[in-house]
């Protein structure tokens, strides 16, 4: 599959678990991104990393814990998560954040849901 | 404080009329503005921003600092065109001089036959 793609597609997890996100970019992309998506509220930014160093944490709890490899992956580690955290949580990439603007291309997402 | 609103949560048109998706903004500096499309079942992308000046399947956008609005038009609305749009603002700088970008909450569009 080509653009972005992320793994699982859906998860259910219970508050005590640990469990990772994995979203994948073949665009040649340097900035990825996450962005967390509940009913009824705009898309919130999570974490930026351009060129596999993290620019951006929006005031994200610890609980959520992203990690970037290299370029083309990208990780969120969850642990000790809350019902409330249950939500779709979007990769997305870009060629450079910033100041060229937002993500160009989004990943189709991960419904989580925390029991 | 950055802030979009969308104040449309659903518009239906019927095939051939205009549409215009309202977007309005707060920020009190240089705004970047986009509009962002999900068709149904389709993944959230990118559809046009303002400094590209761009037009895209039709649709174009003209940023007006003056009513601090970014609407979305089209005059000749397809079935296709019916999608989630969202509009988005970018401005605010993050501690690491990084410009976040915030998302109104959307509006769907529904072109009838």
């Known amino acids: 599959e080509t653009g972005v793609t992320q793994t699982p597609r859906h998860l259910v997890m219970g508050m005590t678990n640990k469990k990772s996100l994995k979203c994948e970019q073949h665009?040649?992309?340097?900035?990825m991104y996450w962005y967390k998506q509940s009913a009824k509220k705009p898309l919130e930014l999570m974490f930026v990393y351009s060129l596999e160093e993290r620019v951006e944490n929006n005031s994200v709890p610890s609980r959520f814990s992203p990690e970037c490899p290299n370029s083309s992956h990208l990780f969120l580690h969850l642990h000790t998560l809350q019902p409330e955290d249950s939500a779709l949580y979007l990769c997305?990439?870009?060629?450079?954040?910033?100041?060229?603007?937002?993500?160009?291309?989004f990943g189709p997402g991960t419904r989580l849901t925390v029991l | 404080a950055q802030r979009v609103t969308q104040p449309e949560k659903l518009l239906s048109v019927f095939k051939g009329a205009p549409v215009e998706l309202k977007c309005n903004y707060s920020y009190s500096g240089s705004p970047e503005l986009f509009w962002y499309v999900q068709y149904s079942r389709q993944r959230l992308q990118l559809l046009l921003r303002?400094?590209s000046r761009e037009s895209i399947k039709g649709f174009t956008a003209d940023l007006n600092k003056g009513e601090t609005s970014f609407h979305l038009k089209k005059p000749f609305a397809q079935e296709e065109d019916s999608a989630m749009y969202y509009c988005a603002l970018s401005g605010l700088r993050g501690n690491t001089g990084f410009q976040k970008l915030v998302f109104g909450t959307g509006t769907r569009l529904l072109v009838s036959p």
């Open positions: 997305a990439s870009s060629q450079a954040p910033g100041l060229a603007g937002g993500p160009e291309f």
């Open positions: 303002h400094i």
């Open positions: 665009l040649g992309h340097n900035a």
